[in-house]
């Protein structure tokens, strides 16, 4: 059995209780086995680099070189420990986002990290945030998939290589199959490892563990997360990102990171992470006041229903363990008015913050 099998099966929530306890009970015998005997492959993706110089800023300074810095710096770390390491990039060189994703395809990566640095038009924005692969429920968010999606322009017959799929379509992202979906436990949980660390270790200010539709998150076929470690447009940000000393913190906290990951998912914790009862739902409306959950409230809508979340009451349609079977209840409850609905993951009856 390969690791992308035994991924599958570990975070299938269809197996019987019988299958899932057999599971645990190898994994617990042998976890010592797979973590030093069975190679960890972790893919490190510098994001842009040659013709594509990422974000930029008014004093020069371009992503391309900061994240290549800090992911060769993160690769030794991670070498250093044991694993097995692939940079996509170790140079300043163009890669299209389809090679990067099948650079981790290929190598079978029990890890993919993408990492960049943010940009805005506001100098005072600033702050580190991870994303996984999912609906971008805000125009914030689809922002910044757009923006790192566009490299797709740059690349030799992208109608070819990516026909049907258009940037700057919040449709296109949409309609793609959720590939990622099957691993999104696993990247929420390596994505809130490392902005713990960026908070509490380096005092970073939190952005948060978000969704969005990055392309080369969508089509890697394992736990994967794109890191945007900071603004370069925020002048004192700027400064951290560009110093050596910056970018080994940052290294360091990544590393860190996922040593934790590996250390949940093949002990004990692990057995805490398969338990959690998982669903998804859509937000449909928020107000300060209750409102009772009756159909001739909600343009018609059955099924809703409501949760207060510290002082607002937020107001959900239906519920279903299958992401796939809300995307046309989505269109639907759009069409009933609802033109911000989206949806929205719950672990233990709890929303997870996108």
């Known amino acids: 059995m390969n690791k992308q099998q035994l991924y599958k099966i570990l975070f299938n929530h269809s197996l019987t209780r019988f299958f899932l306890f057999l599971t645990l009970i190898i994994i617990h015998t042998s976890n010592h086995k797979l973590i030093s005997q069975e190679n960890f492959t972790i893919v490190i993706d ?3 680099g040659g013709k594509d110089p990422g974000r930029a800023n008014e004093s020069g300074v ?54 960049h640095c943010n940009a805005w038009h506001k100098e005072s924005v600033y702050g580190s945030e991870t994303f996984i692969y999912g609906l971008h429920v805000n125009d914030a968010n689809f922002q910044v998939a757009l923006k790192e999606n ?61 969704q969005a539709g990055f392309w080369v998150l969508h089509n890697t076929y394992m736990p994967s997360v794109l890191i945007e470690a900071g603004f370069i447009t925020n002048k004192k940000e700027e ?12 290294a360091k906290n990544i590393f860190s990171a996922i040593l934790k990951y590996k250390q949940s998912i093949f002990n004990k914790d692990f057995e805490e992470i398969v338990d959690k009862e998982i669903y998804y739902s859509i937000q449909i409306a928020a107000g300060k006041k209750p409102v009772k959950t ?21 107001y959900y349609y239906k519920k279903s ?17 609802f033109k911000s609905a989206f949806i929205v993951k719950f672990v233990d009856n709890k929303a997870v913050k996108n």
């Open 46 to 48: 510098p994001g842009h």
């Open 62 to 115: 371009e992503e391309k070189d900061i994240v290549l810095n800090i992911s060769i710096m993160l690769a030794e770390m991670l070498k250093n420990d044991g694993n097995e390491v692939i940079l996509t990039r170790d140079k300043d060189i163009f890669l299209s986002l389809r090679k990067r994703a099948s650079i981790a395809n290929e190598a079978d990566a029990d890890l993919f990290i993408s990492i």
């Open 150 to 210: 566009e490299v797709i322009f740059l690349e030799d017959n992208y109608e070819e290589n990516y026909k049907g799929f258009d940037p700057n379509s919040p449709e296109s992202l949409i309609g793609l199959t959720l590939m990622q979906e099957e691993y999104l436990d696993q990247s929420i949980l390596l994505a809130s490892y490392i902005q713990n660390n960026f908070t509490n270790v380096l005092k970073r200010k939190n952005r948060g563990v978000k």
């Open 239 to 250: 400064k951290y990102l560009t110093s050596k000393k910056g970018q080994k913190e940052i």
């Open 294 to 314: 009756e159909p001739n409230n909600f343009n018609g809508l059955d099924n809703v229903f409501r949760i207060k979340e510290k002082k607002l009451y937020k």
């Open 321 to 337: 363990s299958n992401i796939n079977e809300l995307l046309e209840e989505l269109k639907f409850v759009k069409s009933k008015g």
